[in-house]
């Protein structure tokens, strides 16, 4: 069955430095793959999705990388700050038009001051 | 613009009774997704429409739960009877396009007694 893994403990970063979260995927061939982030009591908000074809995306403090060959995303926040600290879940879409995503549990990240 | 609208934010039932959730997309937006929030199962896709048509319903978990979208700008989610395991929490998305951005609602938290 399909199985999307990210880090299910908590991610602590000091202030200032890059924090990388993973998303590893088994039995799928995701079209894309898009990263949101989570705030406790609110609906996920988008932040990135790439394509199999691209290998890299950036925006602003934001990078994701897509290796379809380890079955892997790495998303990276650069000079974090203690507001980036939620909850960040990546998901993946078959594509093929309009489709459901099929989630991980989500990477909770706590930047300290 | 108002973004993804859900009522109600939140819901507490007994067992058994009837249980419907509402959304209303974004204006414009063609697709529009159901999905569940547990802590022991993440995110999970219930259904999704497209162009008011419902294309996936495989995440559904059993014949108690329906969904319909009657128009573009409304949709409902309905279980019953409702069991203590369905609490969790219910949200609608919505997006522009095929493989687009997907825009979340603030979620309706349901409990059953």
């Known amino acids: 069955s399909q199985k999307i893994e990210q880090n299910s403990e908590a991610l602590n970063i000091q202030e200032g430095k890059t924090a990388t979260l993973t998303c590893n995927y088994t039995?799928?061939?995701?079209?894309?793959l898009q990263w949101y982030r989570q705030d406790p009591g609110r609906g996920p908000v988008f932040l990135l999705l790439?394509?199999?074809?691209?290998k890299e995306k950036r925006k602003e403090r934001l990078k994701v990388t897509f290796d379809t060959t380890l079955k892997q995303s790495l998303f990276h926040i650069t000079a974090s700050q203690p507001a980036d600290s939620a909850t960040y879940l990546c998901?993946?879409?078959?594509?093929?038009?309009?489709?459901?995503?099929?989630f991980g549990k989500g990477t909770h990240l706590i930047i300290q001051p | 613009d108002a973004g993804v609208i859900q009522s109600p934010r939140h819901e507490v039932t007994e067992m058994g009774q009837e249980v419907t959730l509402r959304c209303k997309p974004i204006?414009?937006?063609?697709?529009l997704f159901w999905y569940r929030q547990t802590m022991m199962r993440g995110l999970e896709l219930l259904i999704y429409?497209?162009?008011?048509?419902?294309?996936?319903d495989s995440g559904m978990p059993e014949d108690r739960f329906s969904a319909k979208m009657p128009n573009a700008s409304f949709s409902t989610l309905k279980i019953q009877p409702s069991e203590p395991r369905d609490s969790a929490v219910y949200f609608c998305?919505?997006?522009?396009?095929?493989?687009?951005?997907?825009?979340f609602g603030p979620g309706t938290r349901l409990t059953v007694l």
């Open positions: 998305a919505s997006s522009l396009m095929s493989e687009g951005e997907q825009f």
């Open positions: 039995n799928y061939s995701p079209a894309y």
């Open positions: 790439i394509r199999e074809n691209e």
């Open positions: 998901a993946l879409g078959s594509g093929g038009g309009a489709d459901g995503l099929t």
């Open positions: 204006s414009g937006h063609n697709s």
């Open positions: 429409f497209n162009n008011n048509v419902p294309i996936d």
